[in-house]
């Protein structure tokens, strides 16, 4: 089925989400010729959920070793997080490319907004490891929507708040509805068979530390006691963080890999930005939204 979006635009759905004709053209091109290798690692969310700094963390944890003790060198110093993992259906198998993914250092990493059902089937049915960052859906939609002025301003000039709000009780919108794709994570990670690691943008924040070590301990690549003492967890911390990767010289003036300019992706970081921008009303159509798609589901946001 397809339907239009609020410029008209045509948006179809494929497998439950919402997508524009080159995106869904680049999501064929995927299902046609990724293989997955057992060690490939997934990293999913919704736009806007913290995927940024995920890349940074996994990146920094799994390839630690080459930069040890001091990360000096560190890639992220001198590429944005979107160039060291990239996206399939935003950046890979766009047009009709074919990309070379040998190039991509091992274990390889790759990033999506696909829904689960939607990743190759020789990803979902092998060990390879997914992880999956969800964010308190007000927040994203306020980052959304800052997000789209920043980058698209000639087209959502006249795109308010409230618009992204309908849009998203609609839920026909870009990579939507929400639920589609968090709760197709949620349901896997209940399930043994398959490796999927569900972490929560507010828990980033709010316990650094004991999330990344998580991370770790789920890519299989946990901290050891020596690295723990000569504080390698704090190091990738900060090289990670809001503060440092938004005030390096390669996000301010770089270009990221699919054509966005990486400050876009850095803008305030945090919890509860939506307060100073969603009225009382629009944060109750969300709340009532949100808790009527995930009734039953065993799945709370903060
Ligand atoms: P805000 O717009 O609320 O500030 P994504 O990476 O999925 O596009 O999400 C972008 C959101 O993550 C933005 O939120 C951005 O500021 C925040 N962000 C980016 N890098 C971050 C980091 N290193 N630590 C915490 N938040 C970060």
């Not at 708040?161 to 870009?174: H, N, T």
């Not at 109750?284 to 799945?299: A, H, N």
């Amino acid at each position: 089925p397809s339907e239009k979006d609020f410029m008209g635009r045509n948006l179809y759905n494929y497998q439950g989400s919402w997508y524009y004709p080159s995106r869904l053209q680049a999501i064929l091109n995927f299902q046609k010729d990724f293989k997955a290798r057992d060690t490939d690692i997934i990293l999913a969310s919704f736009p806007k959920s913290g995927t940024t700094w995920l890349k940074a963390l996994a990146f920094a944890v799994v390839h630690r070793n080459k930069y040890a003790p001091n990360l000096v060198s560190h890639p992220l110093l001198s590429n944005n997080p979107h160039n060291l993992v990239r996206f399939l259906e935003l950046d890979l198998y766009v047009k009709d490319q074919r990309p070379d993914l040998e190039e991509i250092p091992s274990p390889k990493i790759f990033a999506t907004h696909m829904p689960f059902q939607t990743l190759h089937e020789t990803l979902r049915d092998s060990p390879c490891k997914v992880v999956y960052v969800c964010r308190n859906i007000k927040d994203v939609l306020v980052s959304r929507w800052h997000f789209r002025s920043k980058v698209r301003n000639e087209l959502y000039s006249n795109y308010s708040l409230e618009d992204m709000v309908d849009e998203f009780i609609k839920g026909d919108y870009a990579f939507g509805p929400f639920d589609n794709q968090v709760l197709s994570y949620w349901k896997v990670s209940l399930v043994s068979s398959k490796p999927v690691l569900f972490m929560k943008y507010e828990e980033m924040i709010e316990k650094p530390e004991a999330q990344v070590m998580r991370l770790a301990d789920f890519l299989g690549c946990s901290f050891t006691e020596e690295e723990k003492q000569s504080g390698m967890v704090e190091k990738i911390l900060e090289l990670c963080s809001f503060g440092n990767l938004s005030n390096l010289e390669t996000n301010k003036t770089g270009t990221s890999a699919f054509g966005i300019a990486p400050h876009a992706f850095f803008r305030k970081g945090g919890v509860g930005d939506w307060k100073n921008h969603l009225s009382d009303d629009m944060a109750r159509k969300l709340d009532e939204m949100v808790e009527k798609k995930l009734r039953g589901s065993g799945l709370k946001f903060e």
